[in-house]
């Protein structure tokens, strides 16, 4: 059957055509003064000092842990397992060793219970993901890097616009890393963030994003030709468009919008989900503490594959995050880890369509799909 609510849909309109349509009658379309401006805008939304706009979460990323490794040397990355892979390939390929951590009893991410013991002499930084939109206890784990003298990279690529509980914005403790592909809550089509207070961690950045060149730069005179070009050190294009950032720009306008549209969907599946049999809820939060940018349940392992293929089969484009888990991939199977609520986790969750232009009617039709399917499946 052909699928009738797709996951995620982005949350596209005139505002943001007409912002793109804009900067490509300029002409500036690569550089420009849109990504200053979404750079700043992001910053001040994000409560920091410096924002770096980038071409991928991925990009930025990697450039973060190259700086970590350059400036601390090689070392050790502890980061979950239950993540998509780019976590841990990031590290990987920038000459880092992921060290997975297990999950907390209870929960999709890593908690200074199951951090601390892996925290040794190589260390280097501790990596949290922000998992579906809910932020990490983030004064916990930022106390914990502060006090081993560890690097905190926060995944924040699901949860922009978010802080936690106690008023924490995510992205301000550390190094924040946003993403804004397509089914993220809010979008430019491809895209990333680097936050961070750090102003020297801020230039290392924008001087290897942009191959190495430092700006206004000559040895030849005081000054400095329009076509001078002088990398001081290797480099990669790693640059957002102006176009995107221009998107971008409307769309962190009306991300508290979005996101309070996308809690309302939330809401409805909570309520009627919450007291169904064979399947486990967390509790809802605070529009301002959780994005849903995913919407998970559980539900047995020996049900879900079926609960899945019933879903897309009946026109619910559900879908899993994340089975199998990192470290049991091929490219990092190798080294043996042991992760039981992990790999538990992964067998048994689910993640329902969810977007801020999902209509009622698409919700409702979710919901009794999943309780045609429960039914069905557990009587078989």
């Given at each position: 059957m052909e699928i009738k609510v797709?996951?995620?849909?982005?949350d596209v309109g005139e505002l943001e055509i007409e912002a793109v349509g804009e900067i490509l009658r300029s002409g500036n379309v690569s550089h420009?003064?849109?990504i200053t401006e979404f750079e700043e805008n992001f910053a001040s939304k994000t409560g920091v000092k410096y924002a770096v706009a980038m071409n991928s979460w991925t990009s930025a990323a990697f450039?973060?842990?190259?700086?970590?490794?350059?400036i601390y040397g090689v070392g050790e990355v502890i980061l979950p397992s239950f993540s998509f892979v780019a976590s841990a390939n990031v590290v990987s390929n920038a000459g880092l060793i992921p060290r997975f951590a297990e999950i907390?009893?209870?929960?999709y991410e890593i908690t200074c219970d199951t951090i601390e013991p892996l925290i040794n002499e190589r260390t280097r930084a501790i990596m949290p993901v922000n998992f579906a939109g809910k932020p990490v206890d983030l004064s916990a784990i930022s106390n914990l890097a502060l006090n081993k003298n560890v690097f905190l990279v926060e995944d924040s690529a699901e949860t922009i616009g978010v802080q936690t509980p106690d008023g924490i914005k995510v992205g301000s403790c550390g190094v924040g890393i946003f993403s804004f592909y397509a089914t993220k809550n809010m979008t430019t089509g491809e895209g990333g963030m680097v936050t961070t207070n750090s102003q020297s961690l801020m230039k290392w950045l924008r001087l290897r994003m942009a191959h190495g060149i430092e700006k206004g730069t000559s040895s030849q005179s005081n000054v400095t030709p329009s076509w001078y070009r002088n990398a001081v050190t290797f480099g990669h294009n790693f640059r957002m468009t102006n176009f995107q950032a221009a998107m971008g720009i409307v769309q962190l306008n009306r991300l508290t919008e979005m996101?309070?549209?996308?809690h309302v969907i939330a809401q409805t599946y909570y309520d009627a989900l919450k007291n169904t049999h064979n399947l486990w809820l967390e509790p809802i939060l605070k529009t301002e503490n959780h994005s849903?940018?995913?919407f998970v349940v559980q539900t047995l392992p020996t049900m879900r594959d079926k609960l899945v293929h019933f879903l897309n089969q009946n026109g619910v484009g559900a879908s899993v995050h994340f089975d199998p888990p990192?470290?049991?991939q091929t490219a990092y199977a190798s080294r043996n880890f042991k992760l039981l609520r992990t790999e538990l986790t992964s067998k048994s969750s689910i993640s329902l369509p969810i977007s801020s232009v999902q209509t009622t009617e698409e919700t409702d039709f979710v919901i009794q799909k999943l309780l045609n399917g429960i039914a069905r499946i557990?009587?078989?």
């Open positions: 797709p996951l995620c849909r982005p420009g003064s849109s450039l973060v842990f190259q700086y970590i490794r350059e907390g009893e209870g929960s996101n309070k549209k996308r849903y940018q995913m990192i470290h049991l557990s009587h078989d």
